[in-house]
């Protein structure tokens, strides 16, 4: 888990999956996602 990263920390970053939202839909989906490979997943979230 990455917290507090800048843009341009990830810019040139490769993932498999972007997915916006962390609710409760998104980490069930992002739960079997990652189960069936090994994937690069990036959560973008709101926050404070």
Same mark, same amino acid.
């Given at each position: ?13 490769? +993932?498999d *999956?972007? !997915? ?7 980490? +069930?989906? *992002?739960? !079997? ?5 090994k ?10």
């Amino acid at each position: 888990m990455v917290l507090g990263i800048r843009p341009e920390q990830i810019a040139n970053e490769h +993932f498999d *999956l972007v !997915a916006v939202g962390s609710g409760f839909g998104s980490a +069930f989906f *992002l739960h !079997a996602f990652a189960k069936q490979r090994k994937a690069r997943i990036l959560v973008l979230e709101w926050g404070r």
